[in-house]
């Protein structure tokens, strides 16, 4: 079993940034992905971004190409997602997610373990 903590949610002003923090413990050595997911008001929950452990390639979701940036520290078990130029509709809920999945980006049935997730709020 795998448990993933978020951190770094929270508001901030269009334009700004932010930084969301997700640590693993437990079985990690299982874990071939890392990424977030969010969920909007209203809408499904989708992929943001992940990084694969092993040779650390990185995926993105065509809506934060180029803002968004996902790194990994692997002695600490960590992924951060550096938010840059934050828009209104990046406000969700964003989600740690970890699993199996071996290439591009994960479905949500393709994700083995969830965290709990937080909030971040993007104001004009």
């Known amino acids: 079993q795998v448990h993933l903590a978020e951190s770094g949610g929270g508001s901030v002003q269009a334009g700004g940034s932010r930084r969301l923090a997700c640590k693993a413990s437990g079985d990690t050595e299982q874990i071939n992905f890392m990424g977030w997911f969010r969920r909007s008001s209203g809408k499904e929950r989708e992929g943001v971004a992940v990084v694969y452990t092993a040779g650390g390639v990185t995926v993105y979701a065509e809506s934060v190409k180029g803002r968004f940036t996902i790194t990994e520290d692997e002695s600490e078990n960590t992924a951060f997602l550096q938010m840059n130029s934050l828009k209104p509709e990046d406000t969700a809920m964003y989600y740690c997610?970890?699993?199996?999945?071996?290439?591009?980006?994960?479905?949500?049935?393709?994700?083995?373990?969830w965290g709990q997730g937080t909030h971040v709020t993007v104001t004009v």
């Open positions: 997610a970890a699993g199996l999945y071996s290439h591009g980006m994960p479905a949500e049935r393709g994700v083995d373990f």
